[in-house]
């Protein structure tokens, strides 16, 4: 997983579109926890739209 959040954000929301059917799934297929994730991306200002599927803006 990318390290820079902006890559990160881009590549999660692109694995979710393209592969994985939650981010609970994608946490898991790569080995990290789905908090940290949600962390990560939550300190650049985005949360978790379980209906899209996809990263949001807040």
Known sequence: ???DP???LSYV???L????ESLEDLAS????PEEEI???LAAIG???D???KRFITK
């Not at 579109?17 to 994985?20: A, F, H, I, K, S």
């Open 38 to 40: 949600i962390t990560r």
């Open 1 to 3: 997983m990318p390290k």
């Open 50 to 52: 379980e209906t899209l």
């Open 13 to 15: 929301n692109t694995q």
């Open 17 to 20: 579109r393209d592969y994985y």
């Open 29 to 32: 297929a790569a080995g990290v």
């Open 6 to 8: 902006n890559m990160l």
């Open 46 to 48: 985005y949360v978790y």
